[in-house]
């Protein structure tokens, strides 16, 4: 016997039960940046390596030990797309989209990481991004904040995230503060774990996310970046934060949030979570001004976030905010005789046509009355529409109610067409 065919570790099948709360998930994310004026981008799976390790940076989890590269045919390195943002900035600047330009752009689609697979953390995972390009003030940054307490709302699981804040400063001051950094982990060396000590000359700001206790308790007396800010910096923030006082969006500043991607500057924000367990991010991002210049654009301000749509669902579902979802089915259409089901599809367009929203599923496969009914409480449908020959030849259609308790009737087609706009109103 063949040896049954397994899906790749860490990539897994979205089956039809699921499908419907990512597509009510999916729309809600759509009619929400639609709010705020934002267009859709889209971009190739696969990109140049070098994109990702000038982007996101050699030292960092992703780059050393998470992508998916390979050589092709030609010889040139490719990687399946870690993350957007890098991708978003390579697609600007090749199409003209960014130089002396403002763009508000989001993205949704597969990427890819080889770590180690959790509930709710693929390989292949679905992100859900936002990216703007040409405006340095705080009020973008503000913005991209207040979409996602939006977002939060409209989920209904505003109470259960909680939104994390900080600014990493210029790149200058951010310089300033890794050598005070380095230095005052050079006198710790001796409680450092195996992570901090290779991060700590190459991406010392790491250190600070660390989830080794003893680490944590270190550095409680390290240095603080707030004290190496920069003054725009400092007034960006301010402004940031009287902006989201004003709007009502409640945050915590935390000054050990640093972000694992070596483009961000100034702001930087998560909304966690512990609804899940042990706290987790489920959605991420910050400014990068500095971006489209490193990766061969002109210089341009810009900030984004993204989230992962299965740590999304997960929550929704653990919190059950998934709320209803759309039937597959309003009507199952039963026919009996030869003709009668010839004439059955014809009918289902006809419905389709002019009831619209409406689903209707027509049999198929033949079978006997009792069959086919069998067949129409399985589809979810609310009412089952018979088609008889001698009913068809008087341009009537009988009625049945699976989800009632309600007699069937029978009446002329025009009449059951409204009887039906009312299930989809």
């Known amino acids: 016997m063949t040896k049954q065919l397994q899906a790749i570790r860490g990539m897994n099948d979205c089956l039809p039960g699921d499908t ?5 998930v999916e729309s809600v994310l759509r009619e929400t940046v639609a709010a705020f004026g934002y267009q859709e981008i889209r971009f190739p799976i696969v990109e140049s390596t070098v994109l990702f390790k000038r982007s996101i940076g050699e030292v960092t989890d992703i780059v050393e030990k998470e992508m998916y590269t390979f050589d092709d045919r030609n010889g040139d390195s490719l990687t399946l797309r870690p993350e957007g943002t890098a991708v978003c900035v390579r697609a600007g600047n090749q199409n003209g989209l960014l130089y002396n330009q403002e763009q508000r752009l989001w993205y949704m689609g597969p990427m890819f990481r080889h770590e180690r697979p959790q509930k709710g953390r693929y390989r292949q995972f679905h992100q859900f991004g936002v990216e703007t390009f040409g405006m340095a003030t705080p009020d973008i940054d503000a913005e991209v904040i207040l979409m996602t307490a939006r977002l939060w709302q409209q989920f209904g699981i505003q109470d259960h995230v909680k ?6 400063g210029s790149n200058e001051a951010r310089a300033e503060y890794r050598d005070a950094l ?11 774990d195996e992570d901090s000590l290779r991060r700590m000359y190459s991406n010392p700001l790491r250190v600070l996310d660390s989830k080794n206790p003893d680490v944590q308790a270190i550095l409680v007396d390290a240095p603080k970046l707030s004290e190496h800010l920069d003054e725009a910096s400092r007034e960006h ?3 940031l934060c009287e902006r989201l006082d004003a709007a009502g969006v409640e945050y915590q ?4 949030l640093v972000r694992g991607l070596d483009y961000y500057n100034r702001t930087v924000f998560e909304w966690v979570t512990t609804s899940l367990g042990s706290q987790g991010t489920v959605c991420a991002g910050g400014r990068y001004d500095g971006l489209v210049e490193q990766l061969g654009g002109k210089a341009t301000p810009a900030v984004g976030f993204a989230m992962g749509i299965e740590r999304l669902v997960l929550l929704l579902q653990t919190l059950e905010c998934v709320g209803n979802i759309r039937r597959n089915a309003d009507v199952y259409v039963v026919a009996m005789g030869d003709k009668a089901a010839i ?14 929203g409406l689903r209707v599923m027509v049999h198929c496969g033949g079978g006997n009355f009792k069959k086919q009914f069998k067949r129409a409480d399985k ?11 001698d009913e068809l030849a008087e341009g009537k259609v009988t009625v049945k109610y699976l989800r009632e308790e309600k007699e069937q009737i029978t009446l002329p087609l025009a009449d059951v067409k409204a009887l039906l706009a009312e299930l989809v109103s």
Do not use: C, M, T
Not at 343 to 356: H, I
Not at 383 to 388: C, P, R, T
């Open 20 to 24: 419907q709360i990512w597509q009510k």
């Open 163 to 168: 939104l994390e804040l900080n600014s990493l």
């Open 182 to 192: 380095i230095a005052y982990l050079e006198q710790h060396k001796d409680v450092l």
């Open 237 to 239: 923030f301010a402004n």
């Open 253 to 256: 500043v935390n000054e050990k």
């Open 343 to 356: 004439q059955a599809p014809v009918v289902a367009q006809q419905l389709r046509d002019e009831v619209a």
């Open 379 to 389: 589809s979810d449908a609310v009412v089952a529409l018979v088609l008889g020959e």
